[in-house]
């Protein structure tokens, strides 16, 4: 299985738990690993086979800006099931970073990996 990859997707949305953030929008850092053969637009140099991974960004930027979730769990694993739907993903890695969160740490967040990771002759 190859992979595409997707890092430092930057998203300002309403997402907290707390009264105040619900008032305000944070920043989100997604990264995004997808599987797929990739080999078909290796040979054909073509666009249409493969994962266009601008379609990708447009659809989570969208859809994340216009959310307003309360855990970063909800908000994950909603791109998750997006990117699968829609794209045909078998399996993602997906790191979604709530960055500042937390006022000692540097980074907080979730990592999740669904689907399953196919085998290619
Ligand atoms: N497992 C989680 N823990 C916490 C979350 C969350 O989304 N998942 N959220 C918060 C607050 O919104 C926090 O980000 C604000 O400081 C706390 N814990």
Do not use: C
Not at 19 to 37: A, C, N, S
Not at 50 to 61: E, F, G, N, P
């Amino acid at each position: 299985m190859d992979i595409i990859f997707l890092r430092g997707l930057e998203i300002e949305t309403v997402i907290g738990i707390y009264d105040w953030e619900r008032k305000i929008k944070q920043t989100v850092l997604i990264d995004l690993e997808m599987g797929t053969d990739i080999r078909k637009a290796a040979a054909s140099d073509d666009i249409k086979h493969t994962l266009d991974y601008k379609a990708v960004s447009k659809r989570i930027i969208s859809f994340v800006e216009e959310s307003d979730f309360y855990l970063v769990e909800t908000l994950a694993e909603k791109i998750a099931q997006i990117v699968i739907d829609e794209f045909k993903v078998p399996w993602l890695r997906l790191t979604l970073n709530k960055k500042g969160a937390i006022r000692k740490a540097s980074d907080v967040g979730i990592i999740i990996e669904r689907g399953e990771k196919q085998k290619y002759a």
